[in-house]
């Protein structure tokens, strides 16, 4: 193969002579002019190089439009075993969040809430039995970003709190621990420590990673630094949604009222939603009609990490499906008759490899 010359090389690389010029004297090459051959290792040196700044320019780019996507609130989650106070610290934070804003106000069940505080917006799934999060997680989508473990101090680990460290690990949530119930005198810091480290979990109080936080949803003790804890846990995580993309999140609950007919809780996770648009969850697509947020306010459009109650689905979709933005009723019709269709097929196909009666199992 011919030797190549300089000039050919910067046509093949798409740059100026100039520029190439420049990288062979950064190297210390030697040349009389443009039209100088290069040895074979120095041209695939500087095809070398060149890939390399090139990458490095993609990736800086790459960074930069990340960056450029402003920062969302964190998702969270409270889970834990039976009686260990989930649905205690929930009231307790909704509650609190109402007397801070003295309205004493009119909430809507949306399947989420906002806590506000000075460090940032916390949104907390409170949907009955956190459907939405475990069926979710078998389709390897993701609703929360953090998980709260609530542990009861005078309990501690329980096999619950075990199912639900799995769950959330699972679910690629990162795990923030509650001692709760840290008012009684039986209380003991030591007791979830312990059962935490059984499970292979070590305390920061240990020397590790996890944050346990000591709190009591009965009296409000330790909650403001779990939120803040959320808060730093959240920040790590860089946390980001571009409010400009195509809506995008999961459906919380649904149910049929006898009076204003199907009602969805949707958690928009990218992008903006807005009255008018059509969406598609699963098999069932609505035009949004009309979209109530948490405080009970009518809204017109909703950004990342908010949950808004909407009308204009023709039938409930199921807690836990994701939903997504399409153009219109063609797009909405076709792409969920296709789902329909696929998973009839499905149905009918035989189930090879299953075992069908008892025999089958016993070979
Ligand atoms: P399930 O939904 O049944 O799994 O329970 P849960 O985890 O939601 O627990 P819940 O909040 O219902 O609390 C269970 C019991 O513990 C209730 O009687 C609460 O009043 C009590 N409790 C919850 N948190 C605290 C606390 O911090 N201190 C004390 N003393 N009692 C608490
Ligand atoms: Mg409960």
Redesign the pocket.
């Known amino acids: 193969m011919a030797k190549v010359r300089i000039y050919q090389l910067a046509k093949e690389l798409g740059m100026s002579n100039e520029e190439l010029l420049e990288i062979l004297d950064s190297m210390g090459v030697e040349y009389k002019s443009h039209a100088s051959t290069l040895e074979d290792e120095t041209a695939a040196a500087v095809k070398e190089l060149i890939g390399e700044q090139r990458l490095a320019e993609e990736a800086r780019k790459a960074e930069e439009a990340r960056k450029a996507i402003p920062h969302r609130a964190p998702v969270v989650v409270i889970m ?1 075993h ?7 610290l929930l009231d307790y934070l909704r509650k609190s969040r109402i007397a801070e804003k003295e309205a004493g106000g009119i909430t809507q069940h949306v399947g989420a809430f906002e806590v506000k505080t000075k460090g940032g917006t916390v949104v907390f799934i409170d949907t009955p039995g956190h459907e939405a999060f475990t069926s979710i997680r078998e389709r390897g989508a993701k609703v929360a970003d953090i998980a709260v473990i ?1 542990v009861a101090a005078d309990d501690g680990v329980m096999p619950q709190t075990r199912e639900a460290i799995a769950h959330a690990k699972a679910a690629g949530a990162k795990l923030i621990f509650a001692a ?2 840290m ?2 005198p039986q209380a003991s810091l030591e007791k979830v420590y312990q059962g935490l480290m059984k499970e292979g979990i070590v305390p920061v109080a240990y020397g590790g990673e996890a944050e346990v936080l000591p709190i ?3 009296t409000g003790q330790g909650v403001q630094d779990l939120l803040e804890t959320i808060l730093i846990t959240a920040e790590l995580e860089d946390l980001r949604a571009d409010p400009n993309a195509e809506a995008t999140g999961v459906v919380l609950e649904s149910r049929i009222d006898k009076q204003a007919g199907v009602l969805a809780s949707l958690l928009v996770q990218q992008g903006t939603l807005k009255v008018g648009d059509y969406v598609v969850a699963g098999e069932h697509w609505g035009k949004i009609r009309a979209m109530t947020d948490s405080e009970g306010v009518r809204r017109n459009q909703t950004g990342p990490s908010t949950a808004v109650q909407v009308l204009g689905f023709s039938e409930p979709p199921s807690a836990g499906t994701a939903f997504e933005w399409v153009p219109d009723q063609v797009a909405a019709k076709e792409i969920t008759e296709e789902r329909r269709l696929e998973r009839e097929a499905r149905e009918v196909a035989p189930e090879v490899g299953r075992p069908r009666n008892i025999a089958d199992l016993l070979r």
């Open positions: 834990g039976v009686d260990h106070g989930k649905t205690s609530v709760n119930k008012d009684l009591s949803a009965k």
